[in-house]
Every structure is written in structure tokens, then in C-alpha cells.
């Protein structure tokens, strides 16, 4: 989809006008970082990644972002046994920019797991509770809206 005049290679004007919004949660917010690496490796840049409670999946680094994504924001919860990372930093601030990490609890205000097994609610609650809360949405809907549309508020 980056290759415009399908000649089978990207140039870097093919490269540079890339819009690339990365997001994931959990193992595949890990991912998240994993693929924004394996760009920077072609030259290709990334406007923005966004992590949801990532959990590092092995021989993975998901916690420094590299110079090719533009901005980067991890969210994130600290209760039960499974939760992510709560800190993502830039490996180079000057052309990386972390929008935050922002930690979400669920201990005042729950939301709703329903249609998950029991076992996720037992065990795993608040890491499926930021995965389905709205307010998580709403604001990465946002981000991914003012990097897509120029100009849109953050």
C-alpha cells in the first residue's frame, strides 16, 4: 500500500508520505513496538504508536520506542496478577515524542467484562477492563484522529 507508483520499491518520498498508526493491546500492544522496529529497519516512519497494558513477550523490548515513530502514548493498569508496563520512554526525545503514560483504575469505577470466561474475570479483571474501557477508546480514537486528520485536537 506505500509502493503509490507500484514499481516494487519505496522510494523516499513514498516512505516519507507514509500515515502509520500502530495499536495494540496486551501481547499485541508488544507487538505494537516489534513492528515500529521492523520499519525503522527499511527507513519507513511511523506517526504514532499506541500501547494498552503491554505485556513484553519474549526476546521482546516493548519499553523504548525508536526515533522512527513521531509519537508514541502507553496506557496502562497496576492491579492483578496481569498488568503492563508502566513506563515506555523514547531512545531519542528529540524526534520521538511520549504523549504519556497514563495508569487507568478499575477499583472505583468497574467496567463491564461480560462475555468473558470466568477465569479472565477472575484472574485477569483489570487487564480486560482497560481493553474494554470506553474512556481508553475515546481517547485513543482521538489521538489516532489529530494524527490521520492534521490539525484535529489531541
Known amino acids: 500500500m506505500l509502493d503509490g507508483n507500484r514499481d516494487g520499491r519505496l522510494s523516499s518520498q513514498e516512505k516519507n508520505a507514509a500515515r502509520i498508526v500502530i495499536y495494540g493491546h496486551s501481547w499485541g500492544a508488544s507487538e505494537t513496538v516489534t513492528l515500529a522496529r521492523r520499519l525503522n529497519q527499511r527507513d519507513i516512519p511511523v506517526l504514532l504508536t499506541i500501547q494498552v497494558d503491554s505485556v513484553e513477550k519474549f526476546r521482546e523490548e516493548d519499553g523504548r520506542i525508536l526515533s522512527n515513530v513521531r509519537a508514541a502514548i502507553n496506557f496502562y493498569q497496576s492491579d492483578g496478577l496481569l498488568h503492563g508496563r508502566s513506563l515506555i520512554e523514547a531512545m531519542n526525545p528529540a524526534k520521538t515524542e511520549i504523549l504519556g503514560n497514563i495508569e487507568s483504575t478499575y477499583k472505583t469505577h468497574p467496567v463491564s467484562c461480560a462475555g468473558y470466561p470466568w477465569y ?4 485477569m ?3 480486560i477492563e482497560i481493553e474494554n474501557d ?3 477508546w475515546n481517547r485513543i480514537e482521538a489521538l489516532i484522529g489529530s494524527e490521520v486528520i492534521p490539525g484535529a485536537a489531541r
Do not use: E, G, Q, T
Open 120 to 123: 479472565a474475570r477472575a484472574f
Open 125 to 127: 479483571k483489570p487487564h
Open 134 to 136: 470506553p474512556r481508553v
